[in-house]
């Protein structure tokens, strides 16, 4: 069942995730990256609610870590959570996102190796979303939920144009989210709000409350 | 003699941000040429679009469904209204509302009865209700009920109604929001952008309101017939276009400029450079001197006309009346010298009050369309700050001393200086401004502390290396990301900013808000409080049938029409 009556509109998609983000914790950049990944998850035909859900979650019952330890080898970087918890891919899919960005810039290639995420397949997602100018990304999870990022800005990135293609779509039809995760994505966005007192409803906004001219 | 055209133009140096982007002069701005509901009339008649009342299923009390249609060279536009009976008692401007007496949906096309039907279970409803794709705007009004009950009990008795009535409110209707990319599941702003009539910003949202001003005369009308029969005349045209679309705007509004820097930096960019060319003018042909005299005696007249019980704003509009008189003494003579328009701004910006300044400003633009309308086409932006990860510290430390020292020197220690908090109330969203030491929530609060943030962020810059990468720095500072973003898209975008606190317990809100709604082209702002404001949009405008018709396109700081006394309509 669809969680909203109508699908999302990208706009909706933008305020409700960015401010879920904070809402679990996150402080608002983060949030405006998770809300860029969600989309870009809509853009491949995928159901944004249903694959952040879990992140949320984690995050803001404090089972995943918003701590990156980082380890270097060389050109290669690792990253892992703090203590036994998982990386929040709230916090570390932005993280190897501007590392793949900083090393497109100086035509670096990069391997990044990412101790257990709490959703690795958010990570993707932001990596995408960051639309890095040029080269190659390849993700691959020898373990479970943990992943290898190799990047090759050399290499080129074959295009089927199926990008925009889906962008058309969801400019014309939406986002459609599932009723439990996107329960969870509205929960989070809530605690964003302000709890409502007479008087912030009588002197918090401008007009009365009733304007009868 | 030549006429000023783009491709033969000089251009003065463009009056910098931390002139024009401080709230003071933002909040005394007024609408220009470039302003949004302009460029749409400008459009529609260059292109000769035609208007069409498709449907008018009301009551004779005005109430039930109507569907008015714009039709472009390419495409067409339908405003989908339901008009309703409601209690005085629910009767309010105000966010939290959950009745109205008029709401709208803007649909792409021309609706079928199945969309209308579908809008008439969700458009009354507004934010509760859900919308598709083909809904690019959602509206809601509620009457002028004074003026409307005046207006229908005249006009059914066989005369006009009172002139002096009609100006004190100058609308039938005043929207309360007009909602538009991607709201409540309308279309995003991707959906329409690429298209010619909506380059221009907000022209979804700017054709909304000007078929609601054209669905309110006919409701008059219609009303007034359905009560007096063959004694009713029809509203008198001249009356019919000094009637615009009121609005109720309030703080909610403000926001939204701190949270699009790059396309707020193009609005005010548009109208630096249209004012930086006219200034570069080396002389002003005759057409051009006749055509600002004759405006600024209109202005004149204007702002005569302009009244507000606020006593502030009062205070400013006597002052303009006076500075506006010795501009036109001024003109007599001062436009007859070299760059005479530089020597008008010159002269404005020695002598008179900022609201005497801004207003002389966009007056100098209006003879001057060919030089300028083009600029309309550079006032959107289709894309938000994107982070550079590979930026050093040094690089970040280097912009924020070069573009933010307005914000550096602001002492947050004092309490005063983060008096004020502005956030999302769980009352249906409604956007709020509280009291950080008297009220729950500052943790909660919207990101538009930008001089706080900037800041803290050039604090944190000094203890780390030059050489550390954004990519590293963010990633050990992730509070600062939102901020980061926002410093490294100023280089390109100087005019984003605003460079004011917006914390601060003096700040006016109504400052960011006149700011917006001059940009929209709207006037007469009659402000009610800090937080909130009147304003009349499209009053003076030409009518439907009256679009392609010359004498109706100089409509900018409408007059009072002449007393049409008891007679019927004309």
New interface residues.
Partial sequence: MNG?????????IRFFFTRAAVGAG?????G??FANAAIWLAGQGLDPAELVAPALSALAGGNSS?R?V?HKNGDTVSFSGEGDKPLSAL?AG??I???L??AA??GQKTTIISGSVDQPALIAAYIGAAKLERGLVSVSSAVPASLTVEYDPWASTPSDGNEAKM?RHL????VNVAAGPWETVFDSF????????S???EQ?????????? | MQEHKPDNYDQLELRPPEQVMKLERMGSSFQTRLSFMCQLIRRMRRENWRLERLRFDVDDHGYGASVYTAHGPKRSYSLIAFTEHIEPEQRTDRVIAEVWDGTFSLFDGIPADADVERLRDNTPKQEAGRFLASELSLARGNKSLRLFEHVVSSLAAGKQPELDQLTQVGYLMRTTAVYGSGKFGCADRQKIAGRSEMTAPFQAEMLVVYLIRWLTIDLVNHVARARGGDSAVELNRDYARYLGIGNSTGLGMAPFLVKYPMLINNWVQARETALARVRALGWASTRETEMFLGLVDKAERFAGEWNVQDEPQTARINTLRDELADLKEWCRTGLDQTRPWDAVVRHAEDNYSVEGQEFTAALVLEPHGGLVDDLGDTMSAETAPKLDPAMTVAGLRKIIDEYYGWALGMDFSEETSQQRFWYYSEDKLEPRLGDRYAEPGAELEMPVAVAREVGLLRACLAERNDDEIMASFLMANPEFRHIVRRVQAVVDHPYGEIHDNLLDAGVRPLDIVRFKLAFFGVSKFDPKSDLWTRVNMYQGAPLPDEIMSEEFSDWIFPLKPASAGSAGAS
């Fill in positions: 909203t009556k109508t699908p999302l509109s990208l706009n909706e996150a402080p608002f950049g983060l405006e990256d918003s990156i980082e916090y932005p993280a996102a501007d590392r960005g900083a810039v100086a962008s400019l014309e039809y939406g809530r605690k964003c709000l302000v709890p409502s007192s008087q912030s409803r918090g906004a401008g007009a009365g409350l009733t304007d009868n001219d």
